[in-house]
């Protein structure tokens, strides 16, 4: 099982529809989780972080983390083109504190 | 400019050459992490360091690179005899707390 597990897409979403990323890790231990943004060609970009369960949310963006499950996700809703990019889940690995990433789900908004 | 600056941008380099990068991160973090991401995948920890310290080098890493951070401050990561696997973008990131923040990376492109 790897670490940290997204699926890789392409997520096609109608602009103005609500864009669902998922993502599964491993490591019950995991305390912090990350969302990052990457646009092709370019470094990653923080866009949420969560650190207890339940929902959070920031503008167009909500990150959801579920524990027990060990599942987070990321809503963005209203999606816009300007959200199409590849969204990589990050999770602090308990064991050594280093942030693992997930291969990246990439988004597509249809105009 | 307060963030993560790496330099340069884009190298080219001919088999069998050397390459060094540079990694400025931002002022106040003593974390900095080099990490590698190659195409449709997620960036993959390379080496860190805590202030001067390096505190831990991946197996990805063969004897061929090498990375330092004298005083705290910049680090540089070099490859020796540079190979074609080699090609990648080279991200630096930096962070005082939880949650990275990337420099633009570091395109290598060994032909």
């Known amino acids: 099982q790897k670490e940290v597990e997204q699926n890789s897409g392409p997520l096609s979403v109608p602009e103005g529809a609500i864009a669902s990323l998922n993502c599964t890790y491993s490591d019950r231990g995991s305390q912090s989780f990350f969302w990052y943004r990457q646009y092709s060609g370019k470094s990653p970009e923080l866009i949420m972080s969560i650190y207890s369960n339940g929902d959070k949310e920031d503008g167009r963006f909500t990150a959801q983390l579920n524990k027990a499950s060990q599942y987070v996700s990321l809503l963005i809703r209203d999606s816009q083109p300007s959200d199409s990019a590849t969204y990589l889940c990050a999770v602090n690995r308990h064991r050594d504190d280093k942030i693992i990433f997930g291969k990246g789900t990439r988004l597509h908004i249809l105009p | 400019d307060t963030g993560v600056s790496q330099d340069p941008r884009h190298k080219i380099t001919k088999r069998g050459q050397n390459v060094t990068f540079r990694c400025d991160p931002i002022s106040e973090h003593n974390r900095l992490y080099w990490y590698r991401q190659t195409l449709g995948q997620g960036p993959e920890f390379l080496t860190y360091f805590q202030n001067e310290a390096q505190l831990e080098k991946s197996r990805l890493l063969s004897d061929r690179f090498s990375a330092e951070r004298p005083k705290g401050s910049f680090s540089t990561l070099e490859i020796q005899r540079t190979e074609q696997g080699d090609s990648a973008m080279y991200l630096c990131?930096?962070?005082?707390?939880?949650?990275?923040?990337f420099g633009s990376g570091t395109r290598l492109t060994v032909v």
């Open positions: 990131a930096s962070s005082l707390t939880s949650g990275y923040t």
